[in-house]
């Protein structure tokens, strides 16, 4: 498959503090990115999308980063909470094609 | 329907049987995707519907597995004979086609035994 079998990445964060999770993408060409969230026993939500013609966008206490450059994307989020803890994928389309997913990470929020 | 929808949400099934699952997508979603994940770890591409297009079987696993889109909207994952390794959770999304966010259904938990 075109996503890999890895155990997943673990980040963890003190709330309160600010959150940054990272992913390499894998094709230049891709022009639309998506991060979800996963929580357990779920289907992934939406978070938040840029495309290729950015290189950031903010949402609700939420930051995606793009640098075409080295091809990364990142996700920031602000004043951390319990409930963002999840798994964290972000995702890349080519013109319009399928879906490619990242490996994922998860986020832990320590009380 | 107001979303993604996926039945059964659990099926156990013995090895060697085959399984149907059922991925009734969001009405007008002209892209429907399978995903498989196993516990603890990412999601991996299975097939991609995209219209009348043939569809992207490039991540089915051998050919047990096999997937069919009847009449652009409702989807079949079909595994034949299956194998203690099949067991994960099967993700369906749908989009609305080029560029635009992919929805997920709760997945089916398949597990083998």
């Known amino acids: 498959g075109e996503s890999v079998g890895l155990h997943l990445p673990t980040l963890s964060v003190q709330e309160g503090d600010n959150s940054i999770i990272n992913c390499a993408y894998s094709?230049?060409?891709?022009?639309?990115f998506i991060w979800y969230k996963q929580e357990s026993g779920k289907g992934p939500q939406f978070i938040i999308d840029?495309?290729?013609?950015?290189d950031k966008r903010q949402g609700q206490r939420v930051t995606v980063l793009l640098n075409k450059t080295v091809k990364h994307l990142s996700l920031q989020i602000a004043a951390t909470q319990p409930g963002d803890s999840a798994v964290y994928f972000c995702?890349?389309?080519?013109?319009?094609?399928?879906?490619?997913f990242g490996t994922g990470t998860r986020l832990k929020v320590l009380a | 329907g107001a979303g993604v929808s996926q039945s059964p949400s659990n099926k156990v099934t013995e090895k060697g049987k085959d399984v149907e699952l059922r991925c009734d997508p969001i009405?007008?979603?002209?892209?429907l995707y399978w995903y498989r994940q196993s516990l603890g770890q990412g999601l991996e591409f299975l097939i991609y519907?995209?219209?009348?297009?043939?569809?992207?079987k490039s991540g089915l696993p051998s050919d047990r597995f096999s997937a069919e889109r009847t009449g652009g909207s409702v989807s079949t994952l079909t595994i034949q004979r299956t194998q203690q390794e099949d067991s994960a959770v099967y993700l369906c999304?749908?989009?609305?086609?080029?560029?635009?966010?992919?929805?997920f259904g709760q997945g089916t938990r398949l597990t083998v035994v």
């Open positions: 519907f995209q219209g009348n297009s043939a569809p992207d």
């Open positions: 094709n230049s060409a891709s022009d639309y």
């Open positions: 840029i495309r290729s013609n950015m």
């Open positions: 009405s007008g979603h002209t892209a």
């Open positions: 999304a749908s989009s609305a086609g080029g560029a635009a966010e992919a929805f």
């Open positions: 995702a890349e389309n080519t013109a319009g094609y399928k879906y490619i």
